[in-house]
């Protein structure tokens, strides 16, 4: 009896302390909105939002409700979130390997590089790609081609536009390419299971995979047409390119300044991963007879995954967040159109902040669910 | 059957090979450090990628020539074995040899050679093509005390003397008074930090000038936002960890609940919140300074993190620790303040320090709500239409001094790591 109370009285306290708090909150909020004649709800998302968005995914403007405009800065939030996980996972995966070389110069230009990008603050390098960078390049009249078809321009960064006839029919024939890779696959194991014969299931997908798409081209299902940027004068002085895909600037120093500095985490993640997998392993795989090859992608790399991935993708989460400091050079993300402008205009700071929060929460836990799915499929099965 | 490699040398003739190796390193190196110091080019009549990766063959050739496994030449050995044990290494390591000879010409240029530092204006700046010193001389005040009055920045100054002071006196606590240390730091000097900012840096007593919030900028607000995030989100971070392995249900699931909510959504938008959402949230005669709010904020927002570090501590103790302290019979509490956190605090010396390092980071964001710290003095700076043009000075400057306080942070999390390391 004694001991139940003892257990019951600390969680009554929290309990009535966390609704005391709450209960604060709510009815002061409650009060101060009857006073300001507002009332809550959620109803204003469906009015006309009536301002501009500069670079959205989806087709927008002004006489679009808030509830677009929503989806706007969710979509471009979304984009560079991708761009930056794919960009930092590379230069990540590079240092964090770079650091184990037995190259005494690469090792260290590589810690340098971690050392550096790791303890400048985020929105420090953000603000240097873009005021100080970006800034220094030349204008698009003056510029030259890189890569022979594209312009990196103080205006933006142009690039080819892939303009697709059909392009659904494409993508069937890609989905049906992985299909029948799936089947081949298990085929394939079943044969070296059954009769120890392998068949090389590497150049028979990648081949499938050129070979389908391919076939839609040759028939003349697919077309495919590129527009290649075009020097077009606006007035006297103020030149663009038209026709290409132009990738904004602000787009551009984000996902540089992100995946940087994110890479510095990923690298130390892999590090550590690498260095996780114990000599043994590698040396028992020698002896086994296993090729070079072989003991990386059978032995080395599950292993080393495992240890890998979970960090890292907290790593990804905090990315997602950071993309938020777009707002600080004005590039129309989630916090910037709707948690900036939307709010400054409807002035329904509790609706917009709960809802820009919860989006946030979503995207985080999504993206863990989903790693902590991919990491339980790669865990060792032990028997 | 003689094996005619003529790159390849043996034991027997080495000594040959060692000579013309080194020699086309040499070479190659010296005809970069041409190009790149003196802008003089040997091989212009070569076709264009020739020329451009010459020196880069000569020196692979080199390099081929003095790989061996064992020469006996000490110096030999050891550049074989750390840049030298294959081509595609040589190849990097020739490359980072190059490219760091190519930089720094005009990245010397640019930041000693050609830079200015003279004068109190901008036509100082205008002759020459390197960076502009004056500009950051200029400007130091303002991006050290931000638009704190002149006049009253001694103030700033024998706050933070006093605050370290203060921070110091635990080493000069001997004898019975050892026992207060824990309440002096958890309690205490929290107040008394506090009460020094009040008087010193807001004023508005002791014939001391009234300087609101509004003002206070620079690498002080950075320091002060920093301070009061380390020493608050600590014990809040703890209590929060302690609350998730709890095992009375309602405690956990509260504190499961705030820390997931609070590492789910970015700072900016908790700021977002501080500035925006709250003052809705108090009765309508209630305020709360700027400031205050946006460190509130803050320490709500890092004790999440801490929280978390300070778990990984808890969990990685054996259960042998608990049920040695309960069969001594000490209570909960007791169990957890001598026997549980002195452990596991040891053992999360590192991930506290880097998420202490995040809190300093993090600070530049306190913009969003109008505080401006260095990153935001310096975008000011930028568009103060006295001074266009010297971004990039500022930002080097910035990156240098965040840089040199994290790195700084994280040597000092190393040796208290060294320190506290028990065996076990």
Redesign the interface.
């Given at each position: 009896m004694n001991h139940k109370i003892k257990s019951i009285i600390p969680q009554l306290l929290t309990l009535l302390f966390v609704v005391a708090v709450i209960g604060f909150f709510t009815i002061n909020a409650q009060l101060n909105m009857d006073e300001r004649g507002i009332d809550f709800g959620y109803g204003f998302l469906n009015q006309e939002s009536s301002f501009d968005v500069q670079f959205s995914l989806i087709e927008y403007d002004g006489s679009h409700s808030y509830a677009k405009a929503y989806l706007v800065g969710l979509l471009n939030t979304i984009l560079v979130s991708v761009l930056g996980i794919i960009f930092c996972t590379i230069i990540g995966v590079i240092i964090g390997i770079a650091r184990l070389s037995p190259n005494y110069l690469i090792r260290n230009t590589a810690a340098w590089y971690v050392e550096f990008f790791r303890n400048v603050p985020l929105l420090l390098q953000i603000f240097f790609w873009y005021y100080a960078a970006l800034r220094a390049l030349p204008l698009p009249e003056n510029t030259e081609p890189l890569f022979g078809v594209t312009y990196l321009t103080v205006k933006g960064y142009y690039i080819p536009r892939l303009i697709w006839e059909n392009f659904d029919i494409l993508i069937y024939s890609i989905l049906a390419a992985i299909i029948s890779i799936m089947f081949i696959r298990n085929y394939a194991r079943k044969l070296q299971e059954e009769k120890g014969q392998q068949l090389p299931v590497l150049l028979i997908s990648v081949g499938l995979l050129l070979a389908f798409p391919a076939i839609t081209f040759v028939t003349g299902m697919v077309q495919l047409e590129v527009a290649l940027p075009v020097l077009k004068q606006l007035s006297k002085t103020s030149f663009i390119y038209a026709e290409g895909l132009s990738v904004p600037p602000e787009l551009l120093a984000l996902v540089l300044a992100l995946s940087l500095y994110t890479a510095t985490f990923v690298a130390e993640c892999v590090r550590a991963g690498v260095q996780g997998v114990s000599k043994g392993q590698k040396e028992a795989a020698a002896s086994v007879g296993l090729t070079p090859n072989q003991i990386l992608k059978l032995v080395i790399m599950p292993q080393a995954l495992r240890i890998i991935i979970p960090p890292t993708t907290n790593q990804y989460l905090n990315l997602t967040k950071n993309s938020s400091l777009a707002a600080a050079i004005a590039y129309p993300d989630l916090v910037l159109v709707f948690a900036g402008t939307a709010l400054m205009q409807t002035g329904r700071a509790i609706e917009i902040v709960s809802i820009t929060m919860l989006t946030y929460l979503t995207l985080s836990l999504a993206i863990s669910l989903l790693m902590n799915w991919y990491n339980k499929k790669i865990a060792i099965k032990e028997k | 059957m003689i094996n005619i490699n003529l790159l390849k040398p043996s034991s027997a003739n080495f000594q040959t090979y060692l000579y013309i190796g080194s020699g086309l390193i040499f070479i190659s190196i010296f005809d970069v450090i041409l190009r790149s110091f003196f802008n003089i080019n040997f091989s212009n009549s070569l076709p264009g990628i020739l020329n451009f990766f010459l020196p880069l063959i000569i020196g692979l050739v080199g390099f081929q020539m003095i790989r061996l496994e064992y020469s006996g030449n000490r110096i030999v050995d050891k550049i074989n074995?750390?840049?030298n044990?294959n081509t595609f290494?040589a190849g990097?390591?020739l490359l980072?040899?190059f490219l760091t000879l190519l930089i720094i010409p005009p990245a010397s240029n640019w930041m000693i050679f050609e830079a200015t530092i003279s004068g109190d204006t901008k036509e100082a700046c205008v002759a020459t093509e390197g960076a502009c010193w004056t500009y950051i001389k200029v400007w130091f005040r303002r991006f050290m005390y931000g638009m704190y009055p002149n006049d009253f920045h001694w103030r700033i100054n024998t706050a933070f003397i006093f605050l370290i002071g203060f921070a110091f006196v635990g080493y000069f606590m001997r004898g019975k008074l050892k026992n207060y240390i824990t309440f002096y730091y958890a309690i205490l000097y929290p107040i008394i930090a506090f009460l020094i900012i009040n008087f010193l840096i807001s004023g508005g007593s002791f014939g001391l000038e009234w300087v609101e919030t509004n003002a206070w900028g620079g690498l002080s607000l950075t320091f002060i936002v920093s301070f009061f995030g380390l020493i608050f989100c600590f014990p809040l971070g703890m209590i929060l960890a302690l609350g998730r392995r709890s095992?009375?249900?309602?405690?956990r699931y509260?504190s499961i609940g705030y820390i997931e909510?609070w590492?789910?959504?970015?700072?900016?938008?908790?700021l977002?919140?501080s500035s925006?959402?709250f003052?809705?949230?108090?009765?309508?005669d209630a305020f709360v300074d700027k400031l205050i709010r946006v460190i509130a904020a803050i320490i709500l927002f890092e004790a999440a993190y801490v929280a978390e570090v300070i778990r990984g501590g808890l969990q990685a103790l054996p259960r042998g620790q608990y049920d040695a302290a309960k069969s001594l019979g000490m209570g909960y509490w007791k169990m957890q303040i001598f026997v549980i956190l002195p452990q596991a605090l040891k053992l999360v010396i590192p991930g506290i320090a880097n998420t202490f390092?995040a809190l300093v980071?993090?600070?530049?964001?306190i913009?969003?709500v109008g505080l401006s710290e260095v990153?935001g003095m310096?975008?000011m700076a930028?568009t103060n239409p006295k001074w266009l043009g010297y971004?990039?000075e500022g930002?080097i400057f910035?990156?240098i001094l965040?840089?040199a306080i994290?790195?700084a942070m994280?040597r000092y999390s190393q040796y208290l790591e060294l320190k506290y390391k028990t065996e076990r």
């Amino acid at each position: 009896m004694n001991h139940k109370i003892k257990s019951i009285i600390p969680q009554l306290l929290t309990l009535l302390f966390v609704v005391a708090v709450i209960g604060f909150f709510t009815i002061n909020a409650q009060l101060n909105m009857d006073e300001r004649g507002i009332d809550f709800g959620y109803g204003f998302l469906n009015q006309e939002s009536s301002f501009d968005v500069q670079f959205s995914l989806i087709e927008y403007d002004g006489s679009h409700s808030y509830a677009k405009a929503y989806l706007v800065g969710l979509l471009n939030t979304i984009l560079v979130s991708v761009l930056g996980i794919i960009f930092c996972t590379i230069i990540g995966v590079i240092i964090g390997i770079a650091r184990l070389s037995p190259n005494y110069l690469i090792r260290n230009t590589a810690a340098w590089y971690v050392e550096f990008f790791r303890n400048v603050p985020l929105l420090l390098q953000i603000f240097f790609w873009y005021y100080a960078a970006l800034r220094a390049l030349p204008l698009p009249e003056n510029t030259e081609p890189l890569f022979g078809v594209t312009y990196l321009t103080v205006k933006g960064y142009y690039i080819p536009r892939l303009i697709w006839e059909n392009f659904d029919i494409l993508i069937y024939s890609i989905l049906a390419a992985i299909i029948s890779i799936m089947f081949i696959r298990n085929y394939a194991r079943k044969l070296q299971e059954e009769k120890g014969q392998q068949l090389p299931v590497l150049l028979i997908s990648v081949g499938l995979l050129l070979a389908f798409p391919a076939i839609t081209f040759v028939t003349g299902m697919v077309q495919l047409e590129v527009a290649l940027p075009v020097l077009k004068q606006l007035s006297k002085t103020s030149f663009i390119y038209a026709e290409g895909l132009s990738v904004p600037p602000e787009l551009l120093a984000l996902v540089l300044a992100l995946s940087l500095y994110t890479a510095t985490f990923v690298a130390e993640c892999v590090r550590a991963g690498v260095q996780g997998v114990s000599k043994g392993q590698k040396e028992a795989a020698a002896s086994v007879g296993l090729t070079p090859n072989q003991i990386l992608k059978l032995v080395i790399m599950p292993q080393a995954l495992r240890i890998i991935i979970p960090p890292t993708t907290n790593q990804y989460l905090n990315l997602t967040k950071n993309s938020s400091l777009a707002a600080a050079i004005a590039y129309p993300d989630l916090v910037l159109v709707f948690a900036g402008t939307a709010l400054m205009q409807t002035g329904r700071a509790i609706e917009i902040v709960s809802i820009t929060m919860l989006t946030y929460l979503t995207l985080s836990l999504a993206i863990s669910l989903l790693m902590n799915w991919y990491n339980k499929k790669i865990a060792i099965k032990e028997k | 059957m003689i094996n005619i490699n003529l790159l390849k040398p043996s034991s027997a003739n080495f000594q040959t090979y060692l000579y013309i190796g080194s020699g086309l390193i040499f070479i190659s190196i010296f005809d970069v450090i041409l190009r790149s110091f003196f802008n003089i080019n040997f091989s212009n009549s070569l076709p264009g990628i020739l020329n451009f990766f010459l020196p880069l063959i000569i020196g692979l050739v080199g390099f081929q020539m003095i790989r061996l496994e064992y020469s006996g030449n000490r110096i030999v050995d050891k550049i074989n074995q750390s840049v030298n044990n294959n081509t595609f290494n040589a190849g990097l390591t020739l490359l980072i040899i190059f490219l760091t000879l190519l930089i720094i010409p005009p990245a010397s240029n640019w930041m000693i050679f050609e830079a200015t530092i003279s004068g109190d204006t901008k036509e100082a700046c205008v002759a020459t093509e390197g960076a502009c010193w004056t500009y950051i001389k200029v400007w130091f005040r303002r991006f050290m005390y931000g638009m704190y009055p002149n006049d009253f920045h001694w103030r700033i100054n024998t706050a933070f003397i006093f605050l370290i002071g203060f921070a110091f006196v635990g080493y000069f606590m001997r004898g019975k008074l050892k026992n207060y240390i824990t309440f002096y730091y958890a309690i205490l000097y929290p107040i008394i930090a506090f009460l020094i900012i009040n008087f010193l840096i807001s004023g508005g007593s002791f014939g001391l000038e009234w300087v609101e919030t509004n003002a206070w900028g620079g690498l002080s607000l950075t320091f002060i936002v920093s301070f009061f995030g380390l020493i608050f989100c600590f014990p809040l971070g703890m209590i929060l960890a302690l609350g998730r392995r709890s095992e009375l249900p309602v405690i956990r699931y509260i504190s499961i609940g705030y820390i997931e909510f609070w590492r789910g959504v970015p700072l900016i938008t908790v700021l977002f919140m501080s500035s925006v959402m709250f003052p809705m949230f108090l009765p309508s005669d209630a305020f709360v300074d700027k400031l205050i709010r946006v460190i509130a904020a803050i320490i709500l927002f890092e004790a999440a993190y801490v929280a978390e570090v300070i778990r990984g501590g808890l969990q990685a103790l054996p259960r042998g620790q608990y049920d040695a302290a309960k069969s001594l019979g000490m209570g909960y509490w007791k169990m957890q303040i001598f026997v549980i956190l002195p452990q596991a605090l040891k053992l999360v010396i590192p991930g506290i320090a880097n998420t202490f390092l995040a809190l300093v980071k993090d600070t530049p964001l306190i913009f969003v709500v109008g505080l401006s710290e260095v990153v935001g003095m310096l975008q000011m700076a930028k568009t103060n239409p006295k001074w266009l043009g010297y971004a990039m000075e500022g930002y080097i400057f910035a990156s240098i001094l965040f840089w040199a306080i994290c790195y700084a942070m994280s040597r000092y999390s190393q040796y208290l790591e060294l320190k506290y390391k028990t065996e076990r």
